[in-house]
Each structure stands twice: as structure tokens, then as C-alpha cells.
């Protein structure tokens, strides 16, 4: 199926274990990106990266890793778990449209942390 | 100066009325206006996007106004729908080092009564 997905749609994790989550799309977009989405702060950029083998940190990157080996894929993994990282995790791609560019995001991931 | 600022934070609108959501930003270098709608348990997707050499866009019952020397634009939708309850992101962008210069607002709750 053509598109961006996102795996696990929701999992939960203890406080200090390792958490992977996945990040593919279909369209070979330049540009992913990973956000988390908070109550009262809205999509906060965690890490993003312009192509393959080329990341750059965002606003909250502090305790999650990120590599980018195929333009397809986009891990981001969360190396210790913490309760303050329990959020929705959104990955998104992006290419350069006449217009500007546009991102187009997956389902989203829902992480708990207990 | 990279910030966005988004208001109101929460929004109620009769079915049939017109829903109106402000933003502004401070980066001059911003060139790329869009706004994404995101409904309960998905992911934001675009909505309507405008560059600043047009001060109007309209997409059918929805419009984004753009007014370049006070640094603003907003949100227009005409005859507000129940269908239109969801949470609206206005976002700024540079073409040039866009990477982590793509801004969110932190977003408007917008609820359409039947």
C-alpha cells in the first residue's frame, strides 16, 4: 500500500527499557521527520532527516536515537524509557511541492511508559 | 523567532456559522503557509496552503487570508459542518533550510454544534 506507516499503532513499555518504533513510506520523499504530540504543546519536532544518512536533532531530541540507512525507513528508538516520554509519536515525510513543502503524516504511535 | 502563534486555543461554533482561527509569526524568512486538520486518533493532514505573492486562497468553504506586513494569516470556514470538528495547526516554513524550520502553531479545538 502506498503511503506512510507507522508500527506498533500503540504500545506500552516499562520505566528504563528500549523501545523501537517504526517508520515507512512508499513515495522515496526526501525529507522525515519524528514528532510527539502533547496535550498543551501541540507537535513538537523530535528529529528529522533530509535523506539517507543524514539526521539532524529538533527541538526535544534529549533520550531517543534515530538512523536513517534506506530513504524508506525512519527508526526512532527510545534507548531508556521514561514516563515523561509517554505521548503519540508521529512520523511524517515530506517532499518539495510547487507550492512548498508538505508533510504528510502516519497514524501515529501511542506510547505509554508505566 | 521561530515560534508561530495560534489563537483561539479552543473554538465553538453553531453548525452553519463561520469558524475563524488566527496565527502570526515573526520569521521573515517564511515563505509557506499551510494549515492541517487532525481529527481524534489520526495523524494532521493538509489542508490549505498559501504563499505570501497572494493575499486570499480559497478551497471551497475554506479560506486562509494572508496579510504579509502585519506577519499574519487565518483561517476561514464557511458554514462550519459537525464534520468540521477536529484540531487545526496553522504552520510556517522557509523553501531554504527547511528542515527543522517548519513550525507548527500549537493548535485550535475547533467543535461544531449540530
Known amino acids: 500500500d502506498a503511503g506512510i506507516t507507522q508500527s506498533p499503532r500503540y504500545k506500552i513499555t516499562e520505566t528504563g527499557r528500549q523501545v523501537t518504533l517504526m517508520c515507512h513510506q512508499t513515495?522515496?520523499?526526501?525529507?522525515m521527520f519524528w514528532y510527539r504530540q502533547d496535550l498543551g504543546h501541540g507537535l513538537r519536532l523530535i528529529y528529522y532527516?533530509?535523506?539517507?544518512?543524514?539526521?539532524d536533532k529538533g527541538e526535544v531530541p534529549d533520550g531517543y536515537v534515530v538512523s536513517r540507512s534506506k530513504t524508506e525507513n525512519f527508526p526512532l528508538t527510545l534507548e531508556s524509557a521514561t514516563r515523561s516520554q509517554t505521548s503519540v509519536y508521529f512520523c511524517?515525510?515530506?517532499?518539495?511541492?510547487?507550492?512548498?513543502?508538505?508533510?504528510?503524516f502516519g497514524p501515529g504511535t501511542r506510547l505509554t511508559v508505566t | 523567532q521561530q515560534q508561530v502563534k495560534q489563537s483561539p486555543q479552543s473554538l465553538i461554533v453553531q453548525k452553519g456559522g463561520i469558524s475563524i482561527i488566527n496565527c502570526a509569526y515573526e520569521?521573515?524568512?517564511?515563505?509557506?503557509f499551510p494549515w492541517y486538520q487532525q481529527f481524534p486518533g489520526k495523524g494532521p493532514a493538509l489542508l490549505i496552503a498559501?504563499?505570501?505573492?497572494?493575499s486570499e486562497k480559497k478551497e471551497g468553504r475554506f479560506t486562509i487570508s494572508f496579510n504579509k506586513s502585519a506577519k499574519q494569516f487565518s483561517l476561514h470556514i464557511m458554514d462550519s459542518q459537525p464534520g468540521d470538528s477536529a484540531t487545526y495547526f496553522c504552520?510556517?516554513?522557509?523553501?531554504?533550510?527547511?528542515?527543522?524550520?517548519?513550525?507548527f502553531g500549537p493548535g485550535t479545538r475547533l467543535s461544531v454544534l449540530p
Open positions: 511524517a515525510s515530506s517532499e518539495r511541492e510547487w507550492i512548498g513543502w508538505e508533510q504528510y
Open positions: 513515495w522515496s520523499h526526501s525529507y
Open positions: 532527516s533530509a535523506a539517507a544518512d543524514i539526521t
Open positions: 520569521n521573515t524568512a517564511f515563505d509557506y
Open positions: 498559501i504563499r505570501p505573492d497572494v
Open positions: 504552520a510556517a516554513s522557509p523553501t531554504d533550510n527547511y528542515g527543522q524550520n517548519f513550525v
